[in-house]
DNA sequence: AGAAGTTAAGTGGTCAGACCAGTTGTTGAC
DNA sequence: GTCAACAACTGGTCTGACCACTTAACTTCT
């Protein structure tokens, strides 16, 4: 009756054992042999299921140590939608209008929400487009932002390279420390968005 | 010295596989014994690549018939990873509020690039918020971005219901007539962004 | 005793071969 | 022409073997 796959049931079941087993980032999980008899399937069907988790970013394997709990978070998934997303011309320009879009969301966000303990976090920083708009993505307090904007730069930096002129820096600081949203929206559309439409 | 792990490399051939083959949802792939001999490699490989790609929605398998392509859209991720993401409040949080940012963002860009026809689309649809709201995003006529909402709208819906009153779509779709983004905006935090925040 | 090198056991990674359980298309009897 | 039986596929699973790597215990030498 169940023709239920058993590689799923056994994902299950390994995920099950994890929760009441309590296992927290960094802790092991037993060998897949160990799983393989204490479940009762072949061990190729343990693999099937620690394929899935690992996709899924909940375990990490190391060869010759075993297999690990992952940092929460970690997600496989973003990174592997994205690569499936990129593929011709028209998902470039849709790749730099996405960013650019998220940028200036994050941007407004950040800026609200900006302390100013923040603040010289981000001042501090070296002034490097990446580091600078990192902190400043940090800044929104959201970790799913983070996560897709990571994406989204990371394949951007693939395609192109980045560069705005120092004042950018000191004028968006500027805006930042006065909380002024409009400003530091103005700011970026002068220095950033404008420059990726005319480079193309 | 590319100690690289065969299933990945594996996975990565046959999404190649699969891009020049041009398939479509429906095809068959070639079976699994066809791809080991092909690529040289073991059939437990080529299973736990596939395992991979049919987590992530590209295909699905069927016994006794072979593996197909699956139609868009239909992430199997999603369903798995909403019962595991999706358990700390802080995700949740940042998961609404994500998507409530994006959707905005998208009826702006949608609202600037609204066509006749496009209009004619969004207004004859069903009201229901996931169609409707598609639609929307498709008007913006950026890939990218749907995919990333496609995405959030289908986490979403494992966790929260939606429900705006009809008045929405009627004053939406005249905002989005008149290419009124101002307006058009203002309808949406009226309806859906003070509604979800006062939901919790 | 302490340090350095060696060995053995354990782990994930991979492969080959076997068998099961379904599907499909062919064949052949009626 | 129909329909049943069969053969040839497909994915699903298990087993046992080997490799590459890590760790820890065990020598051995100084």
Known sequence: MTTSKVYIETFWQIHRMIEEAGLQPGDRLPSERELAERLQVGRSSVREALRALELLGLIETRRGEGTFMKPFGEHQLIQLL?????????????????????????????????????????????????????????????????????????????????????????????????KCCVEAVAVYERYVMQNMSKDK
Request: proline residues 1%.
């Open 82 to 178: 994205g690569s499936f997303i990129l593929q011709g011309n028209r998902e470039k320009r849709d790749l730099v209008e996405t960013k650019l879009l998220i940028e200036r969301t994050c941007l407004q966000l950040a800026c609200e929400r900006m302390t100013e303990e923040k603040f010289e976090h981000i001042a501090q920083v070296e002034h490097t487009y990446h580091l600078f708009f990192r902190r400043i993505v940090e800044a929104t307090d959201n970790y799913l932002l983070l996560r897709i904007w990571l994406v989204l730069h990371d394949f951007f930096e693939h395609v192109y390279t980045i560069d705005v002129p120092s004042e950018f820096y000191d004028e968006m600081s500027q805006a930042l420390q006065k």
